[in-house]
């Protein structure tokens, strides 16, 4: 599903994040290492290569909420922010950790004027932070750093199951209606 809120393309769609030449950054949702891991990073990493490890290495470890920035090697984007999620239960505040990563990845994208990014549903893997929760957080901070964006046009997330597509979905369905009757 597609929808345009103030102005920023909003998408969710089924699939690899390590596949998606539309956009210019993918956001990986990165252990404190930064190493290849499961989930969403190990898709990245074997698309990406060993070069992806090789440069982003010194840039760990990172704090809960922290994104960093690389080039993508071969990914078919130009970018991959690398974010850490924080493990539900274990890393408190979890809600701002989690509303951090959000606002450093749109932060890292408009300092290297990146016109669209790809966000996977970060911390609801091998992190356990329960997927309706971690919606809610991700919806709530992005429509809030929206008016701040100058170069970010498209905002894509990618998720790997069907109900996760649904959820996100009845979001952009909810975000598109109460946005067109504020415009009227």
């Known amino acids: ?8 393309q909003l998408v969710a769609v089924r699939g690899d994040i390590g596949n998606q030449p539309d956009v210019d ?5 990165a252990n404190a290492e930064l190493k290849i891991g499961g989930g969403v990073a190990a898709a990245i990493h074997r698309t990406a290569g060993p070069e992806l490890y090789e440069a982003s290495k010194h840039l760990a470890p990172l704090s809960p909420g922290q994104a ?6 071969n990914l ?7 974010c850490r999620g924080p493990v539900y239960g274990k890393d ?3 809600e701002k950790f989690l509303a951090n990563c959000y606002k450093n990845a749109l932060k ?6 990146i016109s669209s990014i790809a966000f996977p549903a970060i911390s609801t893997g091998a992190f356990n932070y329960p997927f309706e929760e971690a919606t809610k957080i991700a919806f709530q901070t992005i429509t809030a750093e929206v008016e701040n964006l100058k170069y970010v046009e498209k905002i894509k997330f990618v998720l790997n199951g069907e109900d996760d597509l649904k959820l996100y979905t009845e979001y952009l369905q909810e975000l598109s209606s109460s946005h067109s009757h504020t415009n009227k």
């Open 92 to 94: 408190k505040p979890e």
């Open 76 to 82: 078919p984007n130009d970018h991959v922010i690398h």
């Open 108 to 113: 890292l994208a408009e300092e290297n004027q």
């Open 1 to 8: 599903m597609k929808i345009t809120y103030k102005n920023i």
């Open 25 to 29: 950054a993918v956001v990986n949702a």
């Open 68 to 73: 960093v920035i690389t080039g993508a090697f």
